[in-house]
């Protein structure tokens, strides 16, 4: 079975500061790990996705992602925050045999100008 | 390219009555899932299609959810009998493919039941 944790549900930040937004992962088998967005009344966007390669994940807007599995996490952070980036962040996790995504319950971001 | 697609973007239903909700995935996309959102939740899967057939539908709450795709392409979400616990937003998403596919998010539709 897999299950994803995010630790904060809601993180501040001032512009220009490290975004960290953390994602603890269970999996009992190899997993496949995924953090989307989701802005004010829109759909949720992929922002980076880890599927075995390369164990630090690079997306868009200049998100990245770790995966680390000693300590099952796959935290995202941004070294400088934009005001833009204040949105819902889900972290989700699949199995390469799994038909269904197990997401997170968010965390909300916000950016202080 | 067009992206996920589903109507209608907000739906207003008194308890008891029936919904159907509609989702147009990317065309040539041969899985397509439901999830429901609450408020302050994340996503949660009701059901997931690979092609026409319903491949795995455990996470759906009862028996008045039912879901169909007839042709492989467009899906259709049906509710029996709303409750106001019913009251979420719907997501469909489709991907290429289960797993590792990355699955691709429609706006979803808001239903309020009264």
């Known amino acids: 079975a897999q299950s994803v944790t995010q630790l904060g549900s809601h993180v501040s930040v001032s512009e220009g500061a490290l975004v960290l937004l953390r994602c603890n992962y269970s999996?009992?088998?190899?997993?496949?790990l995924f953090w989307y967005v989701q802005y004010p009344n829109q759909g949720l966007q992929l922002l980076l996705k880890y599927t075995s390669a390369a164990t630090l994940v690079k997306g868009i807007n200049g998100f990245e992602a770790e995966f680390k599995k000693s300590e099952t996490s796959f935290h995202l952070t941004k070294p400088s925050a934009h005001m833009s980036d204040a949105a819902e962040y889900f972290c989700a996790v699949s199995a390469a045999t799994g038909n269904q995504f197990y997401f997170g319950t968010g965390t909300s971001l916000t950016v202080i100008p | 390219g067009a992206g996920v697609s589903q109507t209608p973007s907000n739906k207003v239903t008194e308890k008891g009555k029936y919904v159907e909700l509609r989702c147009d995935p990317i065309?040539?996309?041969?899985?397509l899932y439901w999830y429901r959102q609450s408020l302050g939740q994340g996503p949660e899967f009701l059901i997931y299609?690979?092609?026409?057939?319903?491949?795995?539908d455990s996470g759906l709450p009862n028996d008045r959810f039912f879901a169909v795709r007839p042709e492989g392409s467009v899906s259709t979400l049906k509710i029996q009998r709303t409750e106001r616990g019913d009251s979420a937003v719907y997501l469909c998403?489709?991907?290429?493919?289960?797993?590792?596919?990355?699955?691709?998010f429609g706006p979803g539709t808001r239903l309020l039941v009264l």
């Open positions: 999996s009992s088998v190899p997993p496949y």
């Open positions: 998403a489709s991907s290429l493919g289960p797993g590792q596919e990355t699955q691709y």
């Open positions: 299609f690979q092609g026409t057939g319903a491949a795995d």
């Open positions: 065309s040539g996309h041969t899985a």
